[in-house]
């Protein structure tokens, strides 16, 4: 069993950044795929970042350019750096995992963590 822990969600400033975190329990983080979604008021969940348990990423084409994934297997920790933030970023952001990437990729990934409000001001 897995559980996902976010953080480092908060108040920002249209253009700031933040650094979000998620740390998974038990001994096979580096065998997961990971990946960060995110849910806005009224909207659907949607998929911001993926990546493999080799360290490849992928990235919605509205976050590219502006966040970057990464993991660090020994702190069993995957990051979100989110930069030039926007008000569409503002949502609560979760963070999914699975030993497949397209179970993760689809949103199916088995464990998911309570996610973290991230609010952009004007």
């Known amino acids: 069993q897995v559980q996902l822990v976010e953080s480092g969600g908060g108040l920002v400033q249209f253009g700031g950044s933040l650094r979000l975190s998620c740390t998974a329990s038990?001994?096979?983080?580096?065998?997961?795929?990971m990946g960060w979604y995110r849910q806005a008021p009224g909207k659907q969940r949607e998929l911001v970042a993926v990546?493999?348990?080799?360290?490849?990423?992928s990235y919605v084409a509205s976050v590219r350019g502006r966040f970057t994934i990464s993991r660090d297997n020994a702190k069993n920790t995957v990051y979100l750096q989110m930069n030039s933030l926007k008000a569409e970023d503002m949502a609560v952001y979760y963070c999914?995992?699975?030993?497949?990437?397209?179970?993760?990729?689809?949103?199916?990934?088995?464990?998911w963590g309570q996610g973290t409000q991230v609010t952009v001001s004007s």
């Open positions: 999914n995992a699975d030993r497949f990437l397209l179970a993760v990729a689809a949103g199916a990934g088995t464990y």
């Open positions: 038990g001994s096979t983080f580096s065998s997961l795929a």
């Open positions: 990546i493999t348990s080799g360290g490849n990423t």
